[in-house]
């Protein structure tokens, strides 16, 4: 194959094969645009290339493009069958689209082609706990860890699979392998702090964070966390960095293990929304603030005359751009993406759990009423803390899982403190963690035609 990129150095003569094994060194080291280029171009000189095919879909799911990565996988299989890590790869894009049942069919057959192969065996128990299948999903993570006893993934995931069921010193013990594993995971370190903290071990969960911190002083989560758990210098909304940090690292899962959660958050948000205008007509501009994957897109899409999507995390927007309705999608912080945007700009502002990263609201309520028109109507969810009719003068606090909880009466005194009128809010369940409910709040709020 000849090079006639002018932008990416490459060896100007080299076969086929090694032109795949470039792409994909590019691929590793994160030159996606350069890599999914080298791809497309081998298959216009061997359209039937088995391993260029795998790749680029597995390149196409990385921005979002599900059903045109399937469509890859299953052509990479149709030449070469008996190839157990694009079963695997097929199932992780199968999981993340919610075909639960196929997903498994791929594991298995991958099982089948490599039985001792202990990635794929993880990946099975991943989709089990999205299932709700837990006693498979333990096993599956299990099975790993007899073959691989080192294998940092099933014991992370085992860990979390344990803390939800309530068995806490259990995960304990497997979050402690994780770091013993890889002391820099920050994902282990987060989950061990919050188990250290559910065992009612406030001093130990504390110690650990300031530990960490002392060893990365810069850390966002050590320093988000440590605020959690001890209340103590709580910062007004979580950080952008560390937000970005949990939620960049979450992409590839994120609508799986929400699945799991039996996450009600994006169908709340619509039902409220054609309470207010009907089953749709196309006819609003519609602002989805913190789209994340764009769990929520499909379900406005019926009354968006315009969609526009915005996030902190890149690779959640490329998640979200798969779903092929959003009119734009961007990267922006919340607050400032509203305070910015030209005055009367939407007709419906949505925001489902975003606000969850929010304590104080009255900043992110202004910038909402100035960017909606007349009429416009702010429709989202929070948490509610659990003492929710306590009067201390605290309207919200961070809780030990990092997320921020609020009280209806505060919620309602920002939204008309900022000049909303026609503010309703409704107790909702807005998942299930450790097989309970999380409360929160489903809030409506309209701007007055004449503000």
Known sequence: MTDTSDQQPMPTEMTIDDAVAYATRLHRIGELDAAETLYRRVLEVAPDHPDALNFLGIARHQRGHIEESIALMRRSLALRPDAPGVWNNLGNILLDLGYFDDAGEAYEQCIRLAPDEPLVRNNLGVLRRSQGRVAEAEAAYRQVLARDPKNIDAHNNLGNLLAGLGRVEEAVRHYCETIALMPANPAARKMLGYAYYMLGRYEEAADFYRAWLAEEPDNPTARHHLAACTGQDVPERAADIYVESVFDGFADSFDAKLAALTYRAPQLVA?????????????????????????????????????????LSQPMLFKAEGRGVYDQLLKAELTAFLQQAPAGSYDLIVSADTLCYFGALEAVFAGALQ??????????????????????????????????VHRPAYVTRALAEAGFGEIAGAEVELRTEGGKPVPGLLCTAVKARGH
């Open 271 to 311: 039902d409220a929304v054609a309470a207010l205008y009907g089953e749709g007509g196309r006819q609003l501009d519609v602002l989805d603030a913190g789209c994340g994957t764009g769990l929520c897109g499909p379900l406005l899409a019926s009354h968006a005359r315009s969609l526009i999507g915005i996030d």
């Open 371 to 404: 960017a909606l028109r007349a009429g416009g109507a702010l429709v989202f969810t929070v948490e509610m803390a659990a003492d929710a009719s306590a009067d201390d003068g605290r309207g919200y606090l961070l809780a030990p899982h990092g997320r921020y």
